[in-house]
């Protein structure tokens, strides 16, 4: 069956410009993360959606970051006024119904890597 | 906070060499423990995970074993291979903290034929 998957997989974009990455969990998967992967902080959450549930976003780095997920399925991770040390490997991951707590198995999509010039 | 300390890299073994991994952690509550891969142009992946003290976790010939005690969930394996090359990273998911993991700094492993 498909997976996670995620676009674009290269985004390089100039300082300053908002981008927008897209994640498509597993079909069925009410639980959706995003996080991020960079040479100096190793992999860091940033933030959940479960359900129809408030999204936890305690590890959004600043207020230019926002995300948003439509119909409980496809979701959007908007990055403002890009700056140089945004240039990471974004990864999102989705998880079924009961896994996403305590014993929970995550799926992880290949990520987008992002380049801020 | 929750946090996870992986032994520092890089590992460089030869094939069939014995590996291991350190992991500790601190977590609030019970935490369930996790391993997971990164194969080379490929996405993360679960590799194995245990969800209560003393449980051990395995796969492709890999354990890790719960230890509260200790804090630890260090990784093993009897016999590398040279496609276990990849980075190996040591993650915790407590109670409270509705699945979101805690990651390692991720170690990468060479094994050479």
């Known amino acids: 069956g498909a997976g996670v998957s995620q676009s674009p997989s290269n985004k390089v974009t100039e300082k300053g410009k908002d981008v927008e990455l897209r994640c498509d969990p597993i079909s069925g998967h009410t639980a959706l993360y995003w996080y991020r992967q960079s040479l100096g902080q190793g992999l860091e959450f940033l933030i959940y959606f479960q359900g129809n549930s408030a999204p936890d976003k305690s590890g959004l780095p600043s207020d230019r970051f926002s995300a948003e997920r439509t119909g409980g399925s496809v979701s959007t991770l908007t990055i403002q006024r890009t700056q140089q040390e945004d240039s990471a490997v974004y990864l999102c991951?989705?998880?079924?119904?009961?896994?996403?707590?305590?014993?929970?198995?995550?799926?992880f999509g290949p990520g987008t890597r992002l380049t801020v010039l | 906070g929750n946090s996870v300390t992986q032994m520092e890299g890089p590992v460089t073994l030869s094939e069939e060499a014995f590996l291991t991994i350190n992991c500790t952690y601190t977590a609030t509550g019970y935490p369930s423990l996790f391993w997971y891969v990164q194969y080379p142009g490929e996405g993360l992946q679960l590799l194995l995970k245990?969800?209560?003290?003393?449980d051990k976790g395995s796969n492709k010939g890999f354990e890790a074993t719960y230890r509260k005690e200790t804090t630890s969930f260090h990784l093993e394996k009897g016999s590398v291979q040279v496609s276990d090359s990849a980075v190996y990273f040591c993650a915790l998911s407590s109670g409270t903290s509705y699945g979101k993991l805690t990651f390692g700094q991720g170690t990468i492993l060479t094994v050479h034929p």
């Open positions: 991951a989705s998880s079924s119904p009961g896994q996403g707590g305590a014993a929970g198995e995550q799926f």
């Open positions: 245990a969800t209560k003290a003393d």
